[in-house]
């Protein structure tokens, strides 16, 4: 099992920064790819942004030049630095990895953070 334990959300001005942080505490298994997506009400989860295990990204356009992720694989932790924070990018933001335990691959969710960037 894996368990994911997020932190760092809250209410930044637009303007703002804010870092969030996931720790995977895990048993026998190991953590491949981390990412962080984001949801609002009525909508479909969205990529934010994803990091592998050898530190490749990938991150949505519409935070591309503001928002950072890294991971410190000692850890198995995954930050996201967000910047330059928009009122659009107010959401749920949710912590994901892939785990792999016995050459199989599984999928495990944090249980969100709130973030709320105000205009």
């Known amino acids: 099992q894996v368990q994911l334990v997020e932190s760092g959300g809250g209410l930044v001005q637009a303007g703002g920064s804010l870092r969030l942080s996931c720790a995977a505490r895990s048993s026998g298994f190991s953590i491949n790819a981390m990412g962080w997506y984001r949801q609002t009400p009525g909508k479909q989860r969205e990529l934010v942004a994803i990091?592998?295990?050898?530190?490749?990204?990938n991150y949505a356009d519409s935070v591309k030049g503001r928002f950072t992720i890294s991971r410190d694989n000692a850890k198995n932790t995954v930050y996201l630095q967000m910047n330059s924070l928009k009122p659009e990018d107010t959401a749920v933001y949710y912590c994901n990895a892939i785990a792999v335990f016995l050459a199989r691959e599984y999928d495990y969710w944090g249980k969100g953070t709130q973030v709320t960037v105000s205009s």
């Open positions: 990091i592998t295990s050898g530190s490749t990204t």
